[in-house]
T-cell receptor, first 116, second 118 residues
């Protein structure tokens, strides 16, 4: 299994500002994913980030609000832009070693974001 | 569209008793099913998966899950619960055919809070 770290682990931000979350993996992975877990809720996929191509966003999520970078096979960033209190959530990075539907995904520890 | 239901928001069991956390699913093709556990202030940890083969799948920490195609269920079980098993459990499903992509979206249930009492 991959070891995944996220920075920051938590942050408290002001409305209207932006926060960039980093995800680092200890091995090269094909696919990286960003999820949002709102308080008391399940996980919702924001986007899939593949190295060398534009991220693929799920319905309800747009690039202007959640720009993603994937410069190499071990690193990705998610930016939460122009934040509002509704963006208060845990943001999780996830990886899959190979592009196959039967492979499990591994998750980072999450970034707990509070927007005031 | 694929979906997962975890009908119980909370499950309470006494330490040493067997536990079951329920999950039902809906997919258009054959399902790939997963269980994850989330401890407070930590990310999700993979427990086990069903891809094909034996309906009873064994995973980490003594957990197992039973796949039942006719009932479209994938219940998580453990013969003897520990207080340390108390956590939030998520069932997830992916369609075999990936919804037209080579790597389909993983859909999560709402989660079940398991509390094991001493």
């Amino acid at each position: 299994s991959a070891v995944i770290s996220q920075k920051p682990s938590r942050d408290i931000c002001q409305r209207g500002t932006s926060l960039t979350i980093q995800c680092q993996v200890d091995s090269q992975v094909t696919m990286m994913f960003w999820y949002r877990q709102q308080p008391g809720q399940s996980l919702t996929l924001i986007a899939t980030a593949n190295q060398g191509s534009e991220a693929t966003y799920e319905s309800g999520f747009v690039i202007d609000k959640f720009p993603i970078s994937r410069p190499n096979l071990t690193f990705s960033t998610l930016t939460v832009s122009n934040m509002s209190p509704e963006d208060s959530s845990i943001y999780l990075c996830s990886v899959a070693a190979r592009m196959s539907s039967y492979n499990e995904q591994f998750f980072g520890p999450g970034t707990r974001l509070t927007v005031l | 569209a694929q979906s997962v239901a975890q009908p119980e928001d909370q499950v309470n069991v006494a330490e040493g008793n067997p536990l079951t956390v329920k999950c039902t699913y809906s997919v258009s093709g054959n399902p790939y099913l997963f269980w994850y556990v989330q401890y407070p202030n930590r990310g999700l940890q993979f427990l086990l998966k069903y891809i094909t083969g034996d309906n009873l799948v064994k995973g980490s920490y003594g957990f197992e899950a039973e796949f039942n195609k006719s009932q479209t269920s994938f219940h998580l079980k453990k013969p003897s619960a520990l207080v340390s098993d108390s956590a939030l459990y998520f069932c997830a499903v992916r369609d075999q055919f990936g919804g037209g992509t080579s790597y389909g979206k993983l859909t999560f249930g709402q989660g079940t809070i398991l509390t094991v009492h001493p």
